[in-house]
């Protein structure tokens, strides 16, 4: 399992909680509810981890910081 941390946020834009995964720009997921967005954004990153696996491509790690917004 690849621990990569998960930003969820509500966009006014999309009028969506969007799922935001920072070492990979383009995994950007809007669904209507915080646990879809998130369960959205986690099978992109398998995907992503797998595909990059079977093309031999690089797999940035997991930056391991926590965010703590007051």
Same mark, same amino acid.
């Given at each position: 399992?690849?621990?990569?941390?998960?930003?969820?946020?509500? +966009?006014?834009?999309?009028?969506?909680?969007? $799922?935001?995964?920072?070492?990979?720009? /383009? *995994?950007?997921? =809007?669904?209507? +509810?915080?646990?879809?967005?998130?369960?959205? $954004?986690?099978?992109?990153?398998?995907? /992503? *981890?797998?595909? =990059?696996?079977?093309?031999?491509?690089?797999?940035?790690?997991?930056?391991?910081?926590?965010?703590?917004?007051?």
């Amino acid at each position: 399992m690849n621990k990569y941390a998960v930003i969820i946020y509500w +966009s006014e834009e999309d009028e969506a909680f969007v $799922a935001e995964v920072p070492p990979t720009p /383009w *995994v950007r997921r =809007a669904r209507s +509810s915080q646990q879809a967005a998130l369960a959205s $954004a986690q099978e992109a990153i398998r995907l /992503w *981890v797998d595909t =990059a696996k079977e093309f031999g491509d690089p797999i940035p790690e997991p930056k391991g910081r926590r965010l703590i917004f007051a």
